[in-house]
C-alpha cells in the first residue's frame, strides 16, 4: 500500500542533547549510526523491525541541513521515480532525487504544491 506514514525524520544541531531530550520525554530507544552520520528512533514496542503495536511510527534523527531543516513525515511509495514525475506534473518540486539507503531502499525528498517538504521511501 502507498501513502502510509512509515518514518519520520527529525533534525538536530547537537545529537547528545537531541537524543537525551527524547529518550527522557518519550522513552524513546535510540541507536547512533555512526557511519551513516544518523539515529535510528524506536518509539514504542518493536520487533527489530516495524512497530509491533499499532499508533507507533519509528523514525531517525540526523544533523540539520538540506533538505532536512524542520521535522518530516516520509510516505511509502511504490515507485520512486513515478512519483517524483506525479509531484512535478501536480505542481511540486524534486528536493532530494532517489538516492540508495544501504540495502533497505530508497529515499527521495519532495516539496508538494504548498511548499511542505515530505520524504518518500520506496522498499528495495
Do not use: C
Request: aromatic share 8%; charged share 25%; glycine share 12%.
Amino acid at each position: 500500500m502507498t501513502g502510509r506514514v512509515v518514518h519520520f525524520e527529525i533534525p538536530y544541531d547537537d545529537q547528545e542533547r537531541v537524543s537525551r531530550f527524547y529518550s527522557e520525554v518519550f522513552g524513546w530507544k535510540l541507536q547512533a549510526l555512526p557511519d551513516m552520520d544518523y539515529v535510528l528512533v524506536t518509539t514504542g514496542p518493536s520487533d527489530e523491525g516495524p512497530p509491533s503495536e499499532p499508533g507507533f511510527v519509528n523514525g531517525g534523527m540526523l544533523q540539520r541541513g538540506l533538505p532536512v531543516g524542520s521535522p518530516v513525515v516520509v510516505l511509502e511509495v511504490e515507485d520512486i521515480e513515478q512519483t517524483l514525475d506525479d509531484v512535478e506534473r501536480l505542481g511540486g518540486t524534486t528536493v532530494a532525487s532517489k538516492q540508495a539507503v544501504g540495502d533497505m531502499g530508497f529515499s527521495a525528498y519532495v516539496k508538494d504544491s504548498e511548499g511542505n517538504l515530505t520524504g518518500l521511501w520506496q522498499n528495495a
